[in-house]
């Protein structure tokens, strides 16, 4: 394999085609009728991360004769300068013949209140030769007046059965063998509904070629331990037991749930649930997600007055 995108499991076996995509009727219907008319309203696709939404607005936008700008409100592109410019820009040139100019704004619940409301007059003012596609996992982070002015499909779960199937069929696909049913479910149970979070963590599993079972063990971390960790201070074990891991919530939910609850007096517990509340808030938009954890870490052993180990 010699380019990045053919070594990567989730991008070499990203879907290219809308019959490759788990939909639903309704919106199989709809997506069929938008390629078949060569047009796209303005579209606003809800939904948790790793579902799809982004695959299928690049299936879409290939889909149309079009020229695309693509942005990712997570990142640079998330103020109201990029609106002003960029956007704005692409938004008022003059289309090339025969095709439709398409903005796809990834991620757009990170966009800041002041870009959105931007984005509200330029989504209208050049609507005739410009459609809009904003992606969100947070649809209550995008305000009512550009919600309004799209057509809003929300992503379900991908049913576990056929994860599970699209599982095994990479598999087999990579030549990996030596894996159980149970393995590749324990994956799967892991992190669902995560579609991508699931493929990486496969593709991490294989990396040699076979199935590692301590792999596994690494990817399906234990919080208690995290939650010990803390108590210890051990700040660089900690970066090592979730050290490519792309989903902390289910840590950031058993220290909210389980470790305030038996640490702490009431002032501590109450500064640690703002910390915890805090990195989860910034979760979906920040550009790295173990620097935003082990933020989180460090004011949680702040307020228990630990003391972080920087040292091995």
């Known amino acids: 394999m010699s380019d990045l995108k053919s070594y990567i499991w989730y991008e070499k076996y990203r879907p290219t085609k809308l019959s490759q995509l788990s939909l639903s009727k309704e919106h199989k219907k709809a997506f069929k009728k938008f390629t078949k ?12 991360q790793g579902s799809g939404k982004t695959t299928l607005a690049l299936i879409l936008m290939n889909s149309i004769p079009s020229v695309h700008l693509v942005l990712n409100a997570s990142g640079a592109d998330r103020g109201v300068e990029t609106i002003k410019t960029r956007v704005k820009q692409f938004a008022a040139s003059a289309p090339p013949k025969g095709k439709l ?8 619940d990170a966009l800041t209140p002041d870009a959105q409301t931007a984005l509200r007059n330029t989504v209208e003012t050049y609507s005739k030769s410009c459609r809009f596609i904003f992606t969100c996992n947070y649809v209550d982070k995008i305000i009512d007046p550009l919600k309004s002015r799209c057509m809003r499909y929300t992503f379900n779960q991908f049913p576990k059965n056929k994860l599970i199937n ?3 069929s990479i598999l087999i696909k990579e030549e990996v063998d030596n894996v159980t049913a149970e393995q590749v479910k324990k994956v799967v149970d892991k992190f669902y509904p995560d579609v991508r979070s ?7 599993a294989c990396i040699d070629g076979t199935f590692n079972e301590d792999a596994i063990d690494a990817i399906t971390i234990d919080p208690k331990i995290i939650g010990s960790l803390i108590k210890k201070g051990h700040l660089l074990s900690i970066r090592s037991h979730v050290a490519g891991l792309t989903d902390f919530m289910f840590i950031y939910r058993y220290l909210f749930d389980v470790f305030i609850q038996e640490n702490g007096t009431n002032e501590e517990k109450a500064e640690m649930a703002f910390a915890i509340a805090d ?8 550009p790295d997600r173990e620097i935003n954890f082990v933020g989180c870490v460090l004011l949680i052993m702040q307020a228990l007055n630990v003391t972080p180990n920087f040292s091995k």
């Open 37 to 48: 008319e060569q047009q796209i309203p303005h579209l606003l696709l809800e939904g948790p």
């Open 101 to 108: 100019k398409i903005v796809l704004f990834d991620e757009a």
């Open 166 to 168: 699209l599982c095994n």
């Open 198 to 204: 699931i493929i990486n963590s496969l593709q991490a």
């Open 279 to 286: 990195a989860v808030a910034n979760d979906s938009h920040v």
